[in-house]
């Protein structure tokens, strides 16, 4: 290329910040709408006028409707817990450039604790205080701070849920937390379900199921209005919440024999997984994923995880498989464990298994424990 055409070039390419300055605010906004939302987070930062601009509902709008199809990827979150007093940051992995970034928690305020549960593009945090619990989009560091629980003395394993609408002209969210009550004379447990609607602005309680059973934590996933739970119990045992019709089900296909654990996820067809150790005398040989037919009366298994990866995974928890988590996102199944920085992948439509890239930011000699979620980059959601 001669000098006189790379002068020209890098004239067209360097726009004059004038030229900026002078555009049209609707246009500049148009423009912004076709960037990655994480660029988005930076623009945020640049002027006041900028941050009121791309975190207002009209331009939550047009972006939703200019956006590219990948720029709607959900996010690979992994938080790192116990930690939010000193680091008040949440690493996102984005499936569109195979690439992790840092998203500031700051804004939340410091009762914050862990996060218990995501959905859509909100997080649910607990906090310090029992029965207490925010909801925030860290895209648009908005948070709304919810009434406590009508139960008192919850007990601190309760499963905690959220559940967003699906519909694009709804702005809603239910949390859902399941546990038990002790009882005044501390000599019983009361179990207890109570479903908080951002609608309604407060908690109901509805009627808990009448087995006596506890729910394994990080084993609960949503589908539409319904929400999946395994008990602790050997063997395991699924069961179902229905919030329109509010009411407990035990499902009526037996689960495949031989599990050392296992964990429902829901993909976003509504298809039901189950994820799972397969072995014997609690030691998992073997990691399978199964479907639930369309008549929900059988099990079928889809895949195996590959040897290799297995023996990985598996060692990284030492067995103790409470510390295993799974979630779905469109069509990823991501496994993960609390002593691990690393997570492994599950490609349905392709039907094949991967390690996801490492965050380099993140030691893999460190000893805090890491929760993994998924994330849909959402700026409509909880606008306050």
Known sequence: MSSSSSDRWRRITHFDPRIWSSLPHDLLLRIFACL????????RCVSKEWNKALTSLNFAGLQSRVASPSSRLPWILMFKCHSYSTA?????????????????????????TDI???????????????????????LLSSWRDLPPLKTSNMARAAVITL????SSTSNTFKVVVAGSRVMDDLSSCERVTEVFDSAAGSWRRIQAPGMAFNFRSETACCGEETIHFTTSSDPPLLFSLNLEQSKWTKSEAPLPESLTYCIPVASERGVLHLVGGHGQHGITKKMRIWKLGNNQKRWTEVDTMPGEICAKFVSTCFHNYDQISSTAQ??????????????????????SWMWLPR??????????????????????????
Do not use: M
Request: overall charge positive; aromatic content about 10%; charged content about 15%.
């Open 36 to 43: 990655p939302i994480k660029s988005l987070l930076r623009l």
């Open 88 to 112: 008040r940051v949440l690493r996102a992995f984005d499936r569109s450039s195979n690439k992790w970034f840092a998203i500031s928690l700051s804004f939340l305020p410091p009762y914050t």
């Open 116 to 138: 218990a549960a995501s959905s859509g593009g909100l997080l649910c945090f607990k906090t310090i205080h029992p029965g207490h619990f925010i909801v925030c989009n860290p």
């Open 163 to 166: 559940l967003t609408t699906k």
């Open 330 to 351: 469109q069509d990823l199944i991501c496994f993960s464990c609390l002593t691990s920085p690393q997570a492994a992948v599950y490609c349905i439509p392709r039907n």
């Open 359 to 384: 965050c380099e930011q993140v030691s893999l000699r460190s000893n805090s424990a890491h929760k993994w979620f998924s994330l849909e980059p959402n700026l409509k959601q909880l606008h306050l």
